[in-house]
C-alpha cells in the first residue's frame, strides 16, 4: 500500500521511515513524501492509477491540509483517496472542518505510531 | 332688708364661678350650692314671714363664718381681698344690730358714727369689687396667654420630635447609604483587581497558548525519535550484535544500555514538557463543549472515584478515608460537565495529595479525610472540598491560582490544575474560593450560580 505523508516537517519523513522500517522492509508499505499540499497535489496527478492512502497535517504554509483535503475529496471523484488528517491536541475548531470537509479518519499529535499501525491495517483490509 | 345675704350670694357665686379655673375649689362645689340654696331659703323666709329680727343674726353668723373661712382656708386665700372689700361693711352691719337695744348718749353717738361710715364702707366695698374684677380679668387674660403660649409651646415641643426623629431616620438612611457606597467601592475595586487579572491572563493566555502550539512539534519530534531510536537499539541488541567478538559485545552492550537509558530519559523529560505543554493549551482553549443540565452530585461523586481510584492505582499505600455530604436539592445545573469534572478531579487530587503528604511525616494516629460537600443556596449551589492535610501557608495561598505555580517536587506537578480550575469557574460565571488553617486543613469552595431567570 502507497501512504503519502504530507507534513512541511521533513524531519517527518525520517521518523516515518524509521517507525515503519520492518513494514518498509518487508513491503507492506511504501512510501511517498510531500512538504506542502501544492507537492502533494502535483504527486497525485502524476500516479494518478495508484491506490493511495493520504496522511496530512493541516498547519501548512501555502495551502493547508484543509485545502489539500478539500481539493482531494473534490477531484478524484470516484473512489477519492482516504485522507487522514493529522490535528493538533485541542484544535476543535480544524478537527470539526476537516470532518465537514470529509476527511476519513483523524490522529492527533503527538502521532501514536501504534495507534497509527492499528489503522492502517484496518484500512488495508477494508 | 339686710344686706349680707346678697353679698353672701354674690361671693360664694363667684367662688363656685372661679372653681371652674381653680381646681381646688371643685371639691366644695356642693358646700356652695349648699350655701345657695341656705341663703336662698332663708332669704324666702325672712321676706314672706318678716322673720329678719331673727335671720339677721344667722346673716351676720354667715358673713362671720364667710370671712373667717376666706382667711383661715389655704385654698380661698386668693379671695382675701373681697373680704377685705366686704369686711367694714360686714362690721357695721353687725355692731348696728349689736348697739340697737342700746340708747346711750355713747351708743347713740357710736350709731351716728355708724351710720355716717356706711356710705364709706359701702363705696370701699364697691370699688375694691371693681378693682377686684379688673384684675381678675387681667389675671385671666394673663391666664390665657399663658396657656396659649403653653399650646404653641407643646406644639413646638411636638415639632421639635418631629424633626429630632426625621434627622435620626435620615442620619440612618445617609449611613446606610454611605455602607453601601462603601461596598460597592470594594466590590469595584475587586472587580477592577479581577479585570486587570482577568486581562492579563488572557494576554498570558494568548502568548502561551502561542509558545505551546509552537513548541509542541519539536516536542513530538524528541519524544518520537527517542522512542524510535530506543526500538533501534533493541533491534541492534538482538541482531548485529551478537556478530561482534565477544570481547567487543560486552563492551558494545554496556554503551548501547547507557544510550538506551539516556534516550528514555529524553522521553522522560519530553513527556514531561509534553504534560506542561498540554495544560497551557487546555488553559487558553476556549471550550468548545456545550453547557448541560448535569447532575453535580453524581458528577462529584464520579470523579471522587475516579481521583480516589487512579491515584490508587499509582501509589498501593495510599489511603484515606472519605467523607461525602450531598444535598438533594442541588440538582441538574447547566455545566460543561467535562470542565466541571477537570476541576473536581483536580481539586480532589490536590486534596488527596495533601493529606498523604502529612501523614508520610506523621506516624500513627494521624487519620487522613477528605470531606466533599454540596450545598443548595437560593440563587447558586456550592461545591466544598476540605482535607485535613497541612494547609497552606499564607504567602503561597496567594499563589496558588497563579499558573505554573506548585510546591510539588519536580516532574509530580505542573501547577496548572488551580490556574485552569480558575479559569474553569470563571467561564460559568462561578467562583472559587479557598480557606486554610496552615498544619490543620484547607477548604476549597466553588459556587457556580443557577441563573434562574426570576419570574416578574
Ligand atoms: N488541598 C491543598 N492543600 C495544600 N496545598 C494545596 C492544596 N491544593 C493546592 N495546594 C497548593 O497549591 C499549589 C498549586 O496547585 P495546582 O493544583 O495549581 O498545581 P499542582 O497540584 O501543584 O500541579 P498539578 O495540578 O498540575 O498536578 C500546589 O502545589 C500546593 O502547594
Ligand atoms: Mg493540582
Redesign the pocket.
Same mark, same amino acid.
Given at each position: 500500500m502507497k501512504i503519502l505523508v504530507v507534513d512541511d516537517e521533513p524531519d517527518m519523513q525520517t521518523l516515518f521511515q524509521q517507525r515503519f522500517r520492518k513494514e518498509i522492509k518487508e513491503h507492506k508499505v511504501d512510501f511517498a513524501f510531500a512538504i506542502s499540499g501544492e507537492e502533494a497535489l502535483s504527486y497525485l496527478n502524476k500516479h494518478e492509477h495508484e491506490a493511495v492512502l493520504i496522511l496530512s497535517d493541516i498547519n501548512m504554509p501555502g495551502m493547508s491540509g484543509l485545502e489539500l483535503l478539500q481539493h482531494i475529496k473534490e477531484k478524484y471523484a470516484v473512489p477519492p483517496p482516504v485522507v487522514m488528517m493529522i490535528t493538533a491536541y485541542g484544535d476543535s475548531e480544524n478537527y470539526n472542518q476537516a470532518m465537514r470537509l470529509g476527511a476519513d479518519d483523524f490522529l492527533t499529535k503527538p502521532i501514536d505510531f501504534a495507534v497509527l499501525k492499528e489503522k492502517l491495517k484496518i484500512e488495508n483490509n477494508a | 332688708m339686710s344686706l349680707e345675704p346678697f353679698i353672701a350670694f354674690l361671693y360664694i357665686l363667684h367662688l363656685r364661678k372661679s372653681s371652674k379655673t381653680f381646681a381646688s375649689l371643685q371639691q366644695w362645689d356642693k358646700v356652695f350650692i349648699g350655701l345657695l340654696l341656705a341663703i336662698a331659703f332663708l332669704f324666702v323666709i325672712e321676706v314672706v314671714f318678716s322673720a329678719g329680727f331673727i335671720i339677721k343674726w344667722l346673716w351676720h353668723l354667715l358673713m362671720l363664718f364667710i370671712i373667717t373661712a376666706t382667711f383661715k382656708l389655704p385654698e380661698l386665700s386668693r379671695f382675701k381681698t373681697i373680704m377685705l372689700a366686704v369686711l367694714p361693711l360686714a362690721v357695721i352691719l353687725l355692731l348696728k344690730d349689736l348697739i340697737k337695744p342700746f340708747t346711750d348718749q355713747f351708743f347713740v353717738s357710736i350709731k351716728n358714727l355708724l351710720n355716717y361710715t356706711f356710705p364709706l364702707a359701702t363705696t370701699w366695698l364697691i370699688a375694691l369689687s371693681i378693682i377686684w374684677t379688673r384684675q381678675q380679668k387681667a389675671l385671666e387674660k394673663e391666664r390665657q396667654l399663658r396657656l396659649a403660649e403653653e399650646q404653641q409651646h407643646k406644639i413646638v415641643e411636638a415639632r421639635k420630635m418631629e424633626l429630632e426623629l426625621l434627622v435620626a431616620e435620615r442620619t440612618a438612611q445617609l449611613t446606610r447609604q454611605k455602607e453601601e457606597l462603601e461596598n460597592a467601592l470594594v466590590d469595584l475595586q475587586t472587580t477592577q483587581k479581577q479585570l486587570i487579572q482577568s486581562e492579563k491572563m488572557a494576554s498570558l493566555g494568548e502568548l502561551t497558548a502561542g509558545i505551546a502550539h509552537e513548541i509542541q512539534n519539536p516536542l513530538n519530534f524528541v519524544n518520537n525519535f527517542s522512542e524510535v531510536s530506543v526500538e533501534l537499539l533493541d533491534e541492534l541488541k538482538d541482531g548485529p550484535l551478537h556478530n561482534l567478538p565477544q570481547a567487543e559485545q560486552e563492551e558494545v552492550e554496556v554503551i548501547i544500555n547507557n544510550l538506551t537509558q539516556n534516550l528514555e530519559k529524553i522521553n522522560h523529560h519530553g513527556k514531561r514538557a509534553d504534560?506542561i505543554v498540554k495544560?497551557m493549551l487546555q488553559h487558553s482553549r476556549s471550550s468548545s463543549a456545550e453547557k448541560e443540565p448535569t447532575d453535580i452530585n453524581a458528577l462529584v461523586d464520579e470523579y471522587l472515584r475516579l481521583s480516589y481510584h487512579g491515584l490508587r492505582a499509582k501509589d498501593k499505600l495510599f489511603n484515606a478515608s472519605i467523607k461525602t455530604n450531598f444535598d438533594e436539592n442541588v440538582g441538574a445545573v447547566e455545566v460543561v460537565p467535562q470542565d466541571i469534572g477537570r476541576v473536581f478531579l483536580?481539586?480532589l487530587?490536590? @486534596?488527596f495529595? @495533601?493529606?498523604t503528604?502529612k501523614k508520610k511525616n506523621l506516624a500513627g494516629t494521624y487519620e487522613p479525610t477528605v470531606s466533599v460537600s454540596t450545598r443548595r443556596l437560593d440563587d447558586a449551589i456550592e461545591i466544598v472540598?476540605k482535607?485535613n /492535610?497541612?494547609?497552606?501557608p499564607q504567602v503561597? @495561598?496567594e499563589?496558588?491560582? *497563579?499558573?505554573f505555580?506548585? =510546591?510539588?517536587p519536580t516532574g *509530580?506537578? =505542573? /501547577?496548572?490544575?488551580?490556574?485552569?480550575?480558575y479559569d474553569i469557574i470563571k467561564a460559568h460565571e462561578g467562583e472559587i474560593k479557598?480557606e =486554610?488553617k496552615e498544619g490543620e486543613c =484547607?477548604e476549597?469552595t466553588i459556587s457556580l450560580p443557577l441563573n434562574i431567570i426570576p419570574d416578574i
Open positions: - | 504534560a495544560g483536580n481539586l487530587n490536590n @486534596a495529595y @495533601a493529606v503528604e472540598v482535607d /492535610g497541612n494547609g497552606i503561597v @495561598a499563589k496558588i491560582f *497563579q499558573p505555580f506548585t =510546591t510539588k *509530580q506537578g =505542573t /501547577g496548572l490544575g488551580l490556574s485552569l480550575s479557598v =486554610t =484547607t476549597f
